[in-house]
């Protein structure tokens, strides 16, 4: 048996052929298509699309054929990729080459073979991945025209290659994509939890004083809709007293239930309450009159006066500093300084009180 060499451009033209993508790919149906409809014009019983790896032949298409690759070395491709011309045994049997080839003496038994090459242009040079191959399992003679029929079929074979590359490239690409678009969305959500982590009160779970000067600026800065905004400052009274005497455990339990009580007096996506840091809290409301923002002070107020039925909260009272305006102009820092000296004045007034002040 003869064993076909290998071309001396061997390793150039394995690495044209791994560029393909052909290798242990699905099968596609246009290839399929296409050796069924060489079958049927030719009128042979197999025909193979032969890809000749670095040590086996791998069908990308066959029809007739049980196994999907074979050995190179007993390959009848491995000639036509070696001499880079087509080649036509008419009676293997009788070819001094190939008749004790085991393709031959053993199942499936061929007989006649004529393969011509599949070329790819590669780097701006041209390499043979493989072959078109027919095969019969009797002796045959073929027609004058017979090789250049198949000659045609392969150049069409060579067209599907080229044009399944860009194909290839744009679902490889498509993938790429998808996976940076994965990445992408799991960045945003990590940084999305961060900015949630970094805005929020961790004791309390309220909204921090980061968060505030976000949330002022998109809703009282931008929403025109809104006449007028309202800063109570809370503080309660007595808090360092009891902190110093029962410890910061027994504080930040008040503190938390503190924060749950304020949550429950405001409006869903209307009102913010939030926590500017130690025992001091702020509530945000809009589109109140004067009375309506009396009101809500004095239903801070009572709430802690309910909240002395809560042993942990019994005795606890606040302070209120409460600043309103209707220009849009008068920033956030502007607005808690007020707050804040409002509040200070509720404290050296006896404590348990608001002091309130409209700006305009």
Known sequence: MLIAPKPENERERLKALKSTKLLDSKKESVFDN??????QTLEFPVVAISLVDDNRQWFKSSLGLDVCETKREISFCGHVVHNGKPLVIPDARKDERFRDNPLVEQNPHYVFYAGVPIRFSYKNNVYLLGTLCVIDFVERKCSSNFLDILKGFAYQIESLIEMRLPSQRYHNLSRQLSQKSHQLEYLENDMKKL????????????????????????????????????????????????????????????????????KSLIRIDEDLICRLGGDE?????????????????????SFFEEAKKDAALKGLTASLGVCVTSNKEDNLDILLEVADELMYKAKSCGKNQYKCRFLN
């Open 34 to 39: 296409l050796t069924s409809l060489i079958s």
């Open 195 to 262: 900015q949630t982590i970094s805005e929020t009160d961790l004791l309390t779970e309220l909204p921090n004083r980061r968060y505030l000067g976000r949330f002022v600026e998109e809703t009282w800065q931008n929403d025109l809709r809104l006449e007028n905004i309202c800063l109570m400052m809370l503080d309660l009274d007595g808090f360092k007293s009891i902190n110093d005497k029962y410890g910061h455990n027994v504080g930040d339990t008040i503190l938390k239930k503190v924060a749950d009580g304020l």
């Open 281 to 301: 809290f702020l509530f945000i409301t809009y589109n109140h009159a004067q009375k309506e923002t009396e009101i809500m002070a004095e239903k801070i107020l």
